[in-house]
T-cell receptor
Framework: AQSVTQPDIHITVSEGASLELRCNYS??????LFWYVQSPGQGLQLLLK??????LVQGIKGFEAEFKRSQSSFNLRKPSVHWSDAAEYFC????????????FGGGTRVLVKP | DGGITQSPKYLFRKEGQNVTLSCEQN?????MYWYRQDPGQGLRLIYY???????QKGDIAEGYSVSREKKESFPLTVTSAQKNPTAFYLC????????????FGPGTRLTVT
């Protein structure tokens, strides 16, 4: 079965430093890929998505992600973190052949130090 | 403003009672979904519906039921058969054609004691 792995459960970063969140998926075909962000007690907001074409995609709030087929990865990055970026981040994939269902990783909680 | 509403934000019930969580969308999306989120875990799919009067079980449907009588509404009932109902419940919707991105509501936190 397909799976999505986010190896880092927690990441602590200083404000102004760069951030990279890892995401790996296991599936033979190229899926549709998403990153969502969730503030405490809130719903999920879509940060960015990848379907095809340019493997570096830009999203909202200054985030970007790079799809690497050879590594089955879709890592999220931000050059300079703001205190408001403290949240939980979820990577998700849709496999068309699997009924178009969204499969989520376990999430990475980001803490931002002043 | 288009979006998804879930009510109430917080819900408290006694063990053994059924409870229904509301989800309404005005995005004109055909597909709607219910997820359960537990602390430190990702989202797990409970039920989904791609058309009115039709729905499919997700990965953890046991102890839950849904209905889809209107395109805009997809209520979830947590029955007394659900062994661990305390959780954060999220509703989402999407169009049926690609790219399948889902839009989420603000969630309902259910506590059963």
């Amino acid at each position: 079965a397909q799976s999505v792995t986010q190896p880092d459960i927690h990441i602590t970063v200083s404000e102004g430093a760069s951030l990279e969140l890892r995401c790996n998926y296991s599936y033979g075909a190229t899926p549709y890929l998403f990153w969502y962000v969730q503030s405490p007690g809130q719903g999920l907001q879509l940060l960015l998505k990848y379907f095809s074409g340019d493997t570096l995609v830009q999203g909202i709030k200054g985030f970007e992600a790079e799809f690497k087929r050879s590594q089955s990865s879709f890592n999220l990055r931000k050059p300079s973190v703001h205190w408001s970026d403290a949240a939980e981040y979820f990577c998700a994939v849709v496999i068309k052949a699997a009924g178009n269902k969204l499969t989520f990783g376990g999430g990475t909680r980001v803490l931002v130090k002043p | 403003d288009g979006g998804i509403t879930q009510s109430p934000k917080y819900l408290f019930r006694k063990e053994g009672q059924n409870v229904t969580l509301s989800c309404e969308q005005n995005l004109n999306h055909d597909a709607m979904y219910w997820y359960r989120q537990d602390p430190g875990q990702g989202l797990r799919l409970i039920y989904y519906s791609q058309i009115v009067n039709d729905f499919q079980k997700g990965d953890i449907a046991e102890g839950y039921s849904v209905s889809r009588e209107k395109k805009e509404s997809f209520p979830l009932t947590v029955t007394s058969a659900q062994k661990n109902p305390t959780a954060f419940y999220l509703c989402a919707s999407s169009i049926l054609a690609g790219p399948y991105e889902q839009y989420f509501g603000p969630g309902t936190r259910l506590t059963v004691t």
